[in-house]
């Protein structure tokens, strides 16, 4: 039912097949604070409803606080000292961490704060919901403080690459009257340990900022509250001209700085808790700081001086770049973010984050690491994620993202020679910066499965993990994933792991290889095959592809430059064709088509070859997934069928798209006999 799909990965499944009759099911939860938002409340009624769902075991939630043989006791570590002294000593814990001890006969569930109380029972769950009833004592700490997700969610209740329906925040210009699914989509980010959530559109509209409006995000916020979620908003930058009636939106402006104060006094007069500002600047027609001559630094600081009295950030997004023209042999739309942002190192204020999408272009399916992680010094730093599979088939190809993510988070950029991970660098620890961490942009939709697939929420629960832990491995959270959301069968989970691992992979081979990015249509849906339309426009996607040869040659000798934008090992390594990994030939480089790769093969006929291979695996998708036919609820199995058939098919045409493509571009013919006219 539909149930399956809201309750995703909490579904609190009764467990088949398991013995657990040895285990001493608790016999009370004691919360230490019961009061209704209270993240520890919302911790001992999950809690509640996981035993229920998983041992049909019914256990009352009490506040008082005497301790019995078997209690399952959740709060804070303070709180817990306080009421039962410091008997038991907990470990120290970062902000948001947690303590969980199922050893002896109390299980204790500890928090740094609410939150790290909340994630604690979540973690508790996760282990009954998957069998696993081991006595541990496990200290648990986030790598990063921010953990947000981004919905691209427009006043008008549509969703900016939304791929599961409308949104469940606004309709008709304001905020919708019920607010359950809202309710329910926080208890999912909460189980994955989420603390953030910005709610519209990053091209935002400025009405979202009514006093009616403001209320209405009160209410949203009231509801994320329990759940440890803060809420934040886009803003539009020309607010203060679009609705506040002034002929200005200058950030050095008195007028536009008392515009913007009040807007800020009036939301956290309504919302003591408010997270912050995103903000979208002179990008992609969005209005900016430039258009005054400010500085994109001078634009973020405003805010960040107006927020800072109450702790709020701005998120400040790198994602700015021009229109270029493809006859300037040196331009690079792969330049932009460092251009813009490098010579602002330094100047931003502590509270203002600056979130850089993965890689310097746009959620391609294979991009180097944006150079700018390593060339921000001195500014906190977010890296920018895409759960919504924007080029990435739209949630109707199956394309497990972690692995692609792992590529950026575990990239050592060497900043001065020494070991620089990006995972390193967002969790503050590489430049000792005070903030940093992660944003995904999600685009959950009122759709019963949420993102348009049930296939695709592996994709959210593995952001989630990784912002926590980025040392995870993509597959142990993918098999946690599994079993969660469709049992513990060893079948399911063989399956599903075979088809999840091998999704990125096969995308990427049929839908643009060698570092070529995804050949989609690139001036209209970014859905389905579109070769032609890289190049010829001012969008920088470009892939130079003409008779004989093809690749952006990205070098300091030769070409745009780009290479040298990385610290001198990283620069020296994509600077060289024999030191650039084939999976990034052509993002670096432009060659022949006849070029010979590391692995020997040409690359027209790699191109050829690999369209071939990647398509091919999706056909093994069906069969696999109709494998498991009766192991899994008719619903869920339908819905999932329906999406690999279809991709199995588009695999196809994607395939013939672009091998027609380079063949007639070429003329090179296909050693196999297989593309074009025999
Ligand atoms: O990839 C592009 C998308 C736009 C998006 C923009 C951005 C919200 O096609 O739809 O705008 O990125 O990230 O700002």
């Known amino acids: 039912t539909a149930e399956n799909g809201l309750n995703a990965w909490l579904r609190y499944a009764p467990l088949q097949n398991v013995n657990s009759h040895h285990l001493t099911l608790p016999s009370t939860i004691i ?272 805010f960040a001086k107006i927020l800072d009295p109450y702790s709020g950030v701005v998120m400040f997004r790198a994602f700015v770049y021009n229109q270029l023209n493809e006859s300037d042999w040196k331009a690079d ?40 992680f390593a060339n921000l010094r001195n500014t906190s730093t977010a890296v920018e994620l895409q759960v919504a599979q924007e080029y990435l088939g739209q949630q109707c190809h199956l394309v497990y993202l972690a692995p692609l993510w792992k590529t950026i988070l575990d990239f050592d950029l060497r900043v001065d020679r020494k070991a620089s991970k990006v995972s390193d660098i967002i969790s503050r620890e590489r430049f000792n910066r005070p903030l940093g961490g992660s944003a995904a942009v999600v685009n959950a939709g009122t759709n019963t499965t949420w993102l348009g697939s049930h296939m695709a929420m592996s994709n959210l629960y593995a952001y989630g993990r990784l912002a926590w832990d980025p040392s995870d491995e993509p597959e142990d959270i993918l098999q946690d994933w599994i079993r969660l959301t469709f049992g513990l069968d060893p079948k399911v989970r063989d399956t599903i792991t075979k088809m999840s691992m091998q999704s990125w992979p096969a995308y990427e081979q049929y839908s643009g290889n060698l570092g ?40 300091v000798a030769n070409g745009t430059g780009f290479s040298g934008t990385y610290p001198p090992e990283i620069a020296n390594m994509y600077e060289n064709i024999a030191t650039t990994p084939d999976n990034l030939l052509l993002w670096f480089h432009h060659v022949n088509y006849t070029h010979v790769l590391h692995s020997g093969k040409t690359v027209i006929q790699y191109f050829y070859d690999a369209h071939y291979s990647g398509a091919e695996i999706e056909q093994t998708f069906v069969k696999m997934w109709e494998s498991l036919k009766g192991k899994i609820d008719d619903e869920r199995y339908e819905h999932v069928l329906y999406r690999q058939t279809f991709q199995a098919g588009h695999s196809i045409t994607w395939r013939d798209a672009i091998n027609n493509f380079y063949w007639n571009l070429s003329g090179i013919p296909d050693e196999a006999k297989r593309v074009g006219h025999h």
């Open 31 to 302: 919360a230490l604070n019961t009061s209704k938002a209270s993240s520890v409340y919302t911790a001992g009624l999950e809690l509640q409803k996981g035993l229920q769902g998983i041992f049909s075991q019914v256990v009352k939630i009490s506040n008082y606080t005497h301790k019995t043989s078997s209690a399952l006791i959740v709060g804070t570590v303070d709180d817990y000292s306080k009421i039962y002294g410091d008997g038991d000593d907990a470990p120290d814990l970062d902000e948001d961490g947690f303590w969980l001890n199922t050893k002896g006969d109390t299980i204790k569930i500890l928090g740094q704060n609410e939150r790290g109380a909340l994630y604690g029972a979540f973690e508790y769950l996760s282990m009954l919901a998957q069998g696993d009833f081991s006595g541990i004592s496990s200290v648990n700490n986030p790598n990063q403080p921010i953990r947000w997700v981004n919905q691209w969610d427009n006043m008008d209740g549509s969703i900016e690459r939304g791929y599961g329906g409308p949104s469940l925040f606004f309709k008709n210009g304001g905020i919708v009257d019920d607010l359950t699914r809202v309710s329910e989509y926080g208890r999912l980010l909460a189980s994955i340990r989420v603390n953030g959530i910005i709610i519209n559109n990053v091209n935002a509209n400025a009405t979202l900022l009514s006093p009616q409006n403001i209320q209405g995000l009160g209410r949203i916020a009231d509801v994320f509250r329990p759940y440890g979620i803060q809420v934040g908003i886009s803003l539009n930058f020309a607010s203060p001209t679009a609705v506040g009636g002034l002929t200005t939106f200058d950030p050095l402006d008195s007028g536009v700085i008392s515009f913007w104060t009040n807007i800020t006094d009036q939301i956290y007069k309504r919302i003591p808790d408010f997270a912050g500002y995103l903000v979208k600047a002179n990008s992609e027609g969005q209005p900016g700081p430039l258009t005054y001559n400010r500085t994109l630094a001078e634009g973020a600081n405003m």
């Open 333 to 372: 739309r792969a330049n932009a973010a460092v251009q813009f942002f490098e010579p602002l190192d330094g100047k931003f204020a502590d509270n203002v984050v600056v979130q850089i999408k993965y890689g310097p272009i746009d959620f391609q399916v294979r991009e180097p690491v944006s150079p700018l």
């Open 516 to 555: 070529l990015q995804t050949l989609t249509d690139i001036t209209g849906n970014h859905f389905g095959p579109k070769p032609q339309s890289q190049d010829d426009n001012g969008w920088g996607q470009w892939t130079r592809a003409d008779h004989t040869t093809i690749g952006m040659d990205r070098t």
